[in-house]
């Protein structure tokens, strides 16, 4: 069982409170904490700061999972700098360590927590199916993370089935555990259940946690009152959550569409070009550039005929 002070580290961890857990003290070496600790902080930091995240671990650390947020590190500094080669590289190295945590000398943690770290690359990579088969889908696995991250992966495959399934299994071993609490709140938030009442009154809590005060978590709060149709409830997370961060991708979405349903279509344009500009790949603003192209493909096609006369 994990330490209280370890406790904290790993829910700011899945709660997305990277500023929190950055902050978060390390223990002396000498603590059973002290490599559970710098790996999360690390894991942290692997997309938006992969030196940082390199930084944090000692270079006399070969472990498996040390060894493997390194590769994790490489894989999205290689997609920073559009470095194809290195990015395969990487994509290799996390595809031997998850052949080599196979051994029978390697103790179950290191297997879940290998698997766990590489099948982030392959979800990044689109490789959807890599990643699934990485993470244990459709076994006993008792690797809850990997749990929380397919079903992640089954809803944005539209199989809430599927996703439902995995949920249910953790269920009868898992306990009360925070991490099968968030992947009962995804759950919902994606299938709608009680109306979102579960996935509202979970996200409430943890963004009022003044430990754990992070933008992600005020925008996942935002989009339950936004879905509840509480539009004024919803903008106010929404703004609460760009203080602490002005690059928060959902938050700047949310703050767009809440404002559309309000009626206020010129601030709603306003934050649907902010969010354009500080998060050009973000799944709304892709979607909704390719609706234009179509858009303006068809028009194309379309001759208006002359005004019929009398």
């Not at 902050?23 to 930091?45: C, G, H, I, N």
């Not at 590489?118 to 076994?139: D, I, K, P, Q, S």
């Not at 089954?154 to 995995?166: P, V």
């Not at 500080?278 to 234009?292: D, F, G, H, R, T």
Request: glycine share 4%; hydrophobic share 35%.
């Amino acid at each position: 069982m994990d330490s209280l002070d370890l406790f904290h580290i790993r829910q700011k961890y899945y709660l997305g409170s990277y500023g929190p857990l950055q902050a978060a003290e390390v223990p002396d070496k000498s603590s059973p904490d002290y490599q559970p600790t710098l790996l999360f902080k690390a894991r942290a930091l692997v997309q938006s700061d992969p030196d940082g995240a390199l930084a944090l671990l000692p270079t006399d650390d070969v472990s498996l999972p040390s060894r493997t947020v390194r590769s994790l590190a490489g894989y999205f500094k290689a997609k920073q700098d559009d470095d194809e080669d290195a990015r395969e590289k990487s994509l290799d190295e996390l595809r031997d360590l998850c052949v080599e945590v196979e051994g029978e000398e390697v103790n179950e943690e290191d297997k879940t927590l290998v698997r766990s770290i590489a099948a982030v690359a392959f979800v990044h990579e689109g490789e959807n199916e890599e990643a699934l088969e990485t993470l244990g889908a459709g076994t006993s696995s008792h690797n809850l993370e990997g749990i929380a991250l397919m079903v992640q992966l089954y809803l944005s495959m539209n199989r809430i089935d599927l996703a439902q399934k995995e949920f249910e299994k953790a269920k009868s071993w898992a306990e009360d555990d925070m991490l099968l609490q968030l992947i009962e709140a995804t759950l919902n938030l994606a299938s709608g259940a009680n109306s979102y009442s579960n996935t509202h009154s979970f996200y409430s809590e943890q963004a009022h946690n003044p430990s754990l005060a992070s933008s992600h978590l005020l925008a996942a709060n935002g989009l339950t009152h936004l879905l509840r149709g509480e539009l004024p409830e919803a903008h106010s997370s929404f703004v609460e959550a760009l203080k602490l961060n002005g690059k928060e991708s959902t938050a700047l979405a949310g703050k767009a569409i809440s404002e559309w349903l309000s009626g206020d279509a010129t601030k709603a344009e306003a934050s649907f070009q902010e969010l354009e500009e500080k998060s050009s790949q973000y799944p709304m603003v892709n979607e909704l550039s390719e609706k234009s192209e179509l858009f303006d493909s068809l028009v194309s096609k379309y001759t208006v005929p002359p005004i019929a006369k009398a």
